[in-house]
């Protein structure tokens, strides 16, 4: 896999692509532009010992109990200003070299992804790591579940560190692991048991996760003959599992799986959803039998903002505008986008394209910020007006930053991410499916 470094924000008449001095300057009165949250102004430490995900897209959703908490951070680094910060993680990195390697998510802010050294979605920063075998310690600037991932995927001499424990994806935690061996149990109830081959050899329910999933539930599927898929390679990963089952059970994101299947030919009557909290997802048995995809009650709080409202403005105040979104946001609005596609996706049809374009982008807002100030040649907006991150990916701070690098100056690792080993095995089997996995000739 080829991580494409971005260009360099050399450009003089770039915009800021700083979503934080985006929110200051909306807090500040210096900006009419709107927020989700006026609290995103401040420390994210200030959120660490609160419940809920924190101000941002997840504010709605529910946290669930004991999901991990960051402890306080000290003082000095809650109270360092953004050029202090910014020399102390460079001063750091400097001192610590090969052996430290920092990875920084497409959705996270400027001022993290600035120190990083891949940029990319989770599995590519998954696949860095295993570029830099020497580094001993991998600080992932995303969420949990990536870092989870690194963990798998990186030598056992190697830590992998996420910079703030309350970094979590509501995503992810919308699919309980407990809640899944229930599903599975229930599934069996309906269509008999369900690691064992008909007479065609093929299973009665082949399990996929999302990569945006914890271990334990990669772990699950690797146990029960699944696999796992991310959004740039979905449909390959669909197809695998019909080669080799009935149907699929797909968590947790209901719209990647409908999205997917969908394009693939799978009627929507043929994909009922699974809701934890009711009698066989509330679902008839009959609908189960004649499903050709359960889809699990989950979704990414980031994506559900996207509206054909949205769209529809975008069209009458720039026509020609180009409009792709993720695959992640609802059916109706991926089936009114022109294209859809995984981050990856969007920002190579954005290299890609030769002449000046507007581009109207369905993703997450530091992203599409960042493309509009490395793309200057095009027009780039959010389809969202309102100026309203990831919660949780927006905990990554680079006081969180500067601290966790300093602490391994010191022979310190400090919130250490570590997968039990009987979870890490079944799910590093999920992964190496997916990778085995090829598309169609
Ligand atoms: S953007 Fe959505 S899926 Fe990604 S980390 Fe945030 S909540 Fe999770």
Redesign the pocket.
């Given at each position: 896999m080829t991580l494409l470094p971005f260009p360099e924000l050399t450009d003089p008449g770039n915009t800021d692509p700083s979503v934080d001095h985006a929110i200051q300057a909306i807090v500040g009165g210096a900006s009419t532009d709107a927020t989700c949250s006026t609290d995103l102004a401040e420390g994210p430490w200030t959120f660490d010992s609160r419940p809920g995900y924190g101000p941002g897209?997840?504010m709605g959703d529910v946290i669930p109990t004991g999901s991990p908490r960051q402890g306080e951070l000290p003082v000095e680094y809650r109270e360092a200003d953004e050029a202090d910060l910014d020399a102390r993680i460079r001063a750091a990195k400097a001192t610590l070299g090969d052996r430290v390697v920092v990875l920084g998510h497409f959705?996270q802010r400027e001022e993290v992804v600035q120190h990083a050294d891949y940029v990319g979605d989770s599995f590519q920063l998954a696949n860095a790591a295993l570029d830099r075998p020497e580094a001993e310690a991998i600080v992932f600037c995303?969420?949990h579940f990536m870092a989870e991932t690194a963990d798998l995927l990186s030598r056992p001499e190697q830590s992998v560190i996420l910079p703030n424990l309350a970094a979590g994806?509501?995503?992810?935690d919308m699919a309980d692991i407990d809640q899944v061996e229930d599903c599975w149990e229930q599934l069996a109830d309906v269509l008999g048991p369900l690691d064992v081959a008909d007479d065609s050899g093929r299973m009665p329910v082949i399990p996929v996760t999302y990569m945006?999933s914890s271990a334990a539930i990669k772990g699950f599927v690797g146990r029960h003959g699944g696999i796992v898929c991310t959004s740039s390679n979905a449909e390959t990963v669909l197809e695998w599992a019909f080669e080799r089952g009935h149907r699929v059970l797909f968590f947790p994101?209901q719209h990647l799986g409908r999205n997917t299947a969908k394009a693939m030919g799978v009627a929507l009557e043929q994909m009922p959803m699974w809701n934890p909290r009711r009698p066989l997802g509330g679902s008839s048995a009959e609908q189960i039998v004649d499903s050709r995809v359960i889809l699990w009650h989950g979704f990414?709080?980031?994506?559900r903002r996207f509206t054909v409202g949205q769209i529809e403005q975008a069209r009458a105040e720039h026509p020609g505008v180009r409009v792709i979104v993720h695959p992640?946001c609802p059916m109706e609005v991926v089936d009114a986008a022109d294209e859809a596609g995984s981050t990856d996706y969007i920002r190579r049809a954005i290299d890609a394209a030769t002449e000046p374009t507007t581009f109207a982008i369905g993703t997450?807002i530091n992203l599409v910020r960042r493309l509009a100030a490395q793309y200057p040649q095009h027009e780039i907006f959010c389809l969202d007006p309102v100026v309203c991150p990831?919660?949780?990916?927006y905990r990554i701070h680079p006081g969180y930053l500067a601290w966790v690098l300093e602490e391994l100056v010191a022979g310190r690792v400090v919130n250490q991410i570590s997968v039990a080993a009987g979870v890490a095995t079944p799910a590093r089997v999920a992964l190496e499916r997916m990778l085995a996995a090829k598309p169609r000739a």
């Open positions: 897209s997840s959705y995303g969420v994806c509501s995503m992810a945006n994101d990414c709080s980031v994506h992640e997450e990831c919660s949780t990916m």
